[in-house]
């Protein structure tokens, strides 16, 4: 499954995911436009598939963040450093 979509998160008690958006598009150019959330760390900017497992993502202060991932079916599952599990799925919807 390949990366490239719009994927909407999936909502979770935890409060670690506070600080990712609610939506996030990541195009085949290596760009990725987010939307949703107050105190989200990614909005516009680009990412790199390092790997199957990992990808950068760059922040809204510019900084670019290692993250590990995987896709299974229609589910986008990122980790953040702090082992903060992200559910994104994916989205017929486009920007």
């Not at 499954?1 to 996030?24: A, G, Q, V």
């Not at 760390?41 to 963040?65: A, C, M, R, Y």
């Not at 993250?67 to 992200?86: F, G, M, P, R, T």
């Amino acid at each position: 499954m390949e990366i490239y979509s719009h994927w909407k998160k999936l909502h979770t008690d935890s409060r670690c995911t506070e600080k990712y958006p609610n939506e996030i598009e990541f195009k085949e150019s290596g760009l990725f436009f987010s939307s949703g959330g107050e105190n989200s760390i990614w909005d516009i900017g680009e990412f790199e598939l390092l790997s199957s497992k990992e990808i950068t993502l760059s922040t809204i202060i510019d900084k670019v963040i290692k993250y590990e991932y995987s896709i299974d079916a229609n589910k986008l599952l990122i980790v953040d450093d702090a082992d903060c599990h992200v559910v994104y799925i994916r989205s017929d919807e486009e920007e």
